[in-house]
DNA sequence: TCTGGTCAAGGTGGT
DNA sequence: ACCACCTTGACCAGA
């Protein structure tokens, strides 16, 4: 008997644009106190998803990086943590309370691996701000940040031990956040998994981008050995399953999850708890869609769907 | 109130 | 060489 918890990323579509938790304004516009009017308004609409999602029983969710707008941009440097520090522990006593996972995924401009040294210096402040800001809301290092390995650069060895590198160089409090992803691209689930060994940090196994990435069948063995990448200092492994978006580029998310192709792959997981991030366009509504059916069509006798 | 151009930012792949 | 795309759309000026 093993359990998979069901989470989404950054937006509630039911709840509408007061919940939004991505308010943001433009750098030409950014004064200390409409940042710290968009944060707080962020924060608040964060509470009322969390509070929405204990509602309907999801317990684990992807905390926008946008939620404290432009906060690494050297122009826009404010206060943030010291000022709202109330809003910031409560969302966390909220989480604890209530046993939530939350993650967070910075974007496609974090690049740890860069050669650049400006790209390197914003990519290491940006992680400092998503570890800080689950640092202040009191959440452990199961709350991850989860991240790509980053570019090529036309040497993956090379790029790979730069990564290594860089990631050695990053403070502890950050380096114990940290997971990394595969990608559909750049770094299949094999390069991970062995920079994830190499460096003891957990891998998040990306479905969707093994099968825009991997022809070979997912093997139970395959997935035991990414399981294996977390501690208990991380929590239970972190998954991200997403279906292919008809007549679209390869790796383009669909609006919802496929029910069939997910109880398939629900067949085939180790027996391990797991928490499994859908990234679907239509966010909430597509995992209540999903565990709807899951719960109608398949009565599983060693598998419970929170 | 609506819309199209633009926004802090990097790297890749298709043309 | 240029452009669209992506994580996670959202802002804003001009109509």
Redesign the pocket.
């Known amino acids: 008997m093993f359990s998979v918890r069901l989470g989404y ?3 509630n579509v039911t709840l509408g644009p007061r919940a ?1 938790t ?8 950014a004064t200390p106190h409409r940042l710290e009017d ?1 944060a707080r308004a962020n924060l608040v609409g964060l509470a009322e998803v969390l509070r929405w999602n204990m509602a309907h029983k999801i317990k684990v969710f ?1 905390i ?3 939620i404290i707008p ?4 050297p122009l826009a440097q404010w206060p943030w943590k010291e000022r709202l520090s109330r809003e910031i522990s409560s969302i966390g006593d909220y989480a604890k309370e209530h046993n939530l996972r939350l993650s ?8 740890l691996n ?3 040294k ?2 390197l210096a ?1 990519s290491k402040a ?1 992680l400092s701000y998503h570890a800080e800001l689950l640092d202040e809301m009191g959440l452990s290092s199961q709350h991850k940040v989860i991240l790509h390995v ?4 036309g040497d993956r060895e090379t790029s790979l031990r730069r990564f290594q590198k860089n990631f050695r160089m990053l403070p502890r409090t950050v380096r114990n956040r940290l997971a990394i992803e595969n990608d559909e ?2 770094y299949d689930v094999d390069s991970v998994l062995n920079l994830c060994n190499s460096l003891d940090m957990p891998m998040v196994f990306d479905y969707l981008h093994y099968k825009a990435y991997n022809s070979s069948p997912l093997r139970a063995s395959f997935l035991d050995q990414v399981y294996s990448t977390w501690t208990a200092r991380d929590g239970r492994p972190e998954l991200h399953y997403s279906t292919q978006r008809r007549r ?2 390869k ?3 669909a609006d919802t999850i496929d029910t069939r192709d997910f109880m398939r792959f629900l067949k085939i997981l180790p027996k391990h708890d797991i928490d499994v991030m859908l ?1 679907a ?1 239509a966010k909430d509504a597509a995992l209540i869609r999903l565990r709807n059916e899951l719960r109608s069509r398949w009565s599983p006798t060693d598998v419970i769907i929170e």
């Open positions: 990323a950054c937006i939004r991505s308010r943001t304004c433009r750098i030409s516009n968009l992807r926008s990086s946008g432009l906060a690494s941009h967070m995924h910075p974007g496609q401009y974090t690049v860069s050669p650049k400006e790209v914003a940006e980053g570019g090529v650069y691209r750049s679209a580029r790796g383009a998310h990234e366009k």
